[in-house]
C-alpha cells in the first residue's frame, strides 16, 4: 500500500507562485518505477489532468491549460515529486491531488493511477 501525502497549497494572489510536493510512504520501495501525476478538481467540475511524469524522467505530460506555467519533476532518493506553478490565475483554483500508477505510462488516464492523496487547496484570487 502507498500512501501518498501532498502539501504546499494555500492561498496565492494571480500572477504568482506555488510549489506543491507530494511525499510517498516510508514504505514505498519502488517509488523510482512509478509514473507520477498531478490532478486537479475545481467545484462543480470533473477531475482535470494537470500533469505526470514518467519513472525515468524522460517523458512529461502537460494539461494544456497549464502548459508552459507548471513544472513537474521528482526526487526518488525523497520518495517526491513536485508541481512547481507560476503565473496562477484564479482558473487554477481547484484542490490538487497526487497519484501513483504502478504499471503504465497513460499519463492522462485518470483510471490507470493505483494511488491518491487527499489532495491539497490552491486559491488564487484575482
Known amino acids: 500500500q502507498v500512501q501518498l501525502v501532498e502539501s504546499g497549497g494555500g492561498l496565492v494572489q494571480a500572477g504568482g507562485s506555488l510549489r506543491l510536493s507530494c511525499v510517498a510512504s516510508?514504505?514505498?520501495?519502488?517509488?523510482?518505477?512509478?509514473?507520477l501525476g498531478w490532478f486537479r478538481q475545481a467545484p462543480g467540475n470533473e477531475v482535470e489532468f494537470v500533469a505526470a511524469i514518467s519513472w525515468s524522467g524522460r517523458s512529461i505530460d502537460y494539461g494544456d491549460s497549464v502548459k508552459g506555467r507548471f513544472t513537474i519533476s521528482r526526487d526518488d532518493a525523497k520518495n517526491t515529486v513536485y508541481l512547481q506553478m507560476n503565473s496562477l490565475n484564479p482558473e487554477d483554483t481547484a484542490v490538487y491531488y497526487c497519484?501513483?500508477?504502478?504499471?503504465?505510462?497513460?499519463?492522462?488516464?485518470?483510471?490507470?493511477?493505483?494511488?491518491w492523496g487527499q489532495g491539497t487547496q490552491v486559491t488564487v484570487s484575482s
Open positions: 516510508a514504505s514505498t520501495h519502488n517509488f523510482n518505477f512509478y509514473t
Open positions: 497519484a501513483a500508477d504502478t504499471r503504465n505510462w497513460n499519463p492522462r488516464v485518470r483510471f490507470e493511477y493505483d494511488y
